[in-house]
């Protein structure tokens, strides 16, 4: 008797394999404290508004992650710079701490078409790969409450957002 392996039973397979890895390759609350600098760009939006979406942060990272930061985006219709900041949970996997996973807050306030103080937030999740060298790749998505379209005197929306970063982590502490 042949058996017919479907996708969605080696989709099982590989969720409930993943499940027993994050248990046994030590998932928990980040514990290495670190500063951390990046800077990001939106692959998504620089292509489609044809500029640069550009970002900076600097944060601290430990069982929480805070970050602060800008991001300015001259493509868009009136142009646009915000500042922002965001904080929540930072989860790490392996002794080493190599990968992160974080999910938060994020608020700001942004400039555009010469109006200021549009207000910005919503919430943030990411995952971050750290060479040992201290330098790091990663991905970031957004959810985002978008007040700054009242600038152009469109409604105000949420937007998601995603973005590739690449920064370097040194641990203080050392």
Do not use: C
Request: charged letters at 20%.
């Amino acid at each position: 008797m042949k058996t017919k392996v479907t996708f969605l039973i080696i989709a099982t397979a590989v969720v409930l394999l993943m499940n027993v890895q994050l248990v046994t390759a030590q998932f928990r609350l980040g514990q290495t404290e670190s500063f951390a600098v990046s800077l990001y760009v939106d692959p998504g939006a620089s292509h489609k508004e044809k500029g640069l979406d550009i970002g900076a942060d600097i944060e601290y990272n430990g069982p929480i992650y805070a970050r602060a930061g800008f991001e300015s985006f001259e493509a868009l219709p009136g142009g646009y710079f915000d500042i922002h900041g965001a904080v929540g949970p930072r989860f790490t996997i392996g002794s080493q701490e190599r990968i992160a996973l974080y999910i938060g807050g994020r608020v700001g306030v942004a400039w555009r078409n010469g109006a200021h103080g549009n207000a910005i937030g919503g919430a943030e999740g990411g995952a971050e790969y750290t060479f040992p060298s201290g330098i790091f790749l990663g991905v970031n998505g957004s959810y985002m409450y978008r007040g700054d379209m009242k600038a152009m005197q469109w409604p105000e929306i949420w937007r998601e957002n995603f973005y590739i970063k690449i920064g370097y982590r040194w641990n203080w502490r050392q």
